[in-house]
């Protein structure tokens, strides 16, 4: 079973740069997440979509953030501009169901805003 | 005061020993409890959860709950050089997973 997939591995983009991440979960999982995580912290959660609808976005900042998940599949997350403080590693998880289910984290995209 | 508190460490403890990890979280109404490793540039992966007060156990690792506490815990037996890692508790409260900055643990040989 082929894992969830992230892409890029790696950006480094100059501020007020746009940049985007794209994800494609397991196939099957409903519930998709998008995390970011600093140097030295743990995840922390910025959308969470159930299908297609996004179900928890408090957390994205969304005069510069905006993410999408067309058809319940494969989903992308959008910075623009770009700021230093931008600079983590970008985290997509996917899910079977909400909740209190064992979540799969892909890779991740390490993002360096210069 | 952050919802889920970890000791950021390092944590150091020699081959064979048992590495006691330690949460604490906030929010009485959490429903479960989860433990990431996550290995230095690598994405976490998750190597238990916990519902019901009481300990848990699968292999060499125990996970220890306490609700009434708020305080959750991770027992690493026998402890080897490759359980060295970044270890992330994890809350679960109305849909979301709310992490703690996570324990790095070195286990020396």
């Known amino acids: 079973e082929a894992g969830v997939v992230q892409s890029p591995r790696y950006k480094i983009i100059e501020k007020k740069q746009p940049v985007a991440f794209w994800c494609n979960p397991i196939?099957?999982?409903?519930?998709l997440y998008w995390y970011r995580q600093n140097l030295g912290q743990g995840p922390e959660l910025l959308i969470r979509?159930?299908?297609?609808?996004?179900?928890?976005d408090s957390q994205l900042p969304k005069d510069r953030f905006s993410a999408e998940r067309l058809k319940g599949v494969d989903s992308t997350l959008k910075i623009q501009p770009a700021e230093l403080g931008d600079s983590a590693v970008y985290l997509c998880?996917?899910?079977?169901?909400?909740?209190?289910?064992?979540?799969?984290f892909g890779p991740g995209t390490r993002l360096t805003v210069l | 005061q952050k919802e889920v508190e970890q000791n950021s460490g390092p944590l150091s403890v020699p081959e064979g020993a048992i590495a006691s990890l330690n949460c604490t979280y906030s929010?009485?109404?959490?429903?479960?409890f989860f433990w990431y490793r996550q290995y230095s540039g690598k994405s976490p992966e998750l190597i238990m959860f916990?519902?019901?007060?009481g300990d848990k156990e699968d292999g060499r690792f125990t996970a220890q709950l306490n609700k009434a506490s708020q305080y959750v815990s991770l027992l690493i037996r026998d402890s080897q050089p490759s359980d060295s890692a970044t270890y992330l508790c994890?809350?679960?409260?109305?849909?979301?997973?709310?992490f703690g900055s996570g324990t790095q643990l070195t286990v020396l040989p």
């Open positions: 998880a996917s899910s079977l169901v909400s909740g209190a289910f064992e979540q799969f």
């Open positions: 196939s099957g999982h409903n519930t």
């Open positions: 979509y159930e299908n297609e609808e996004a179900v928890d």
């Open positions: 929010d009485r109404g959490s429903q479960s």
């Open positions: 916990i519902y019901s007060n």
């Open positions: 994890a809350v679960h409260l109305a849909g979301q997973l709310t």
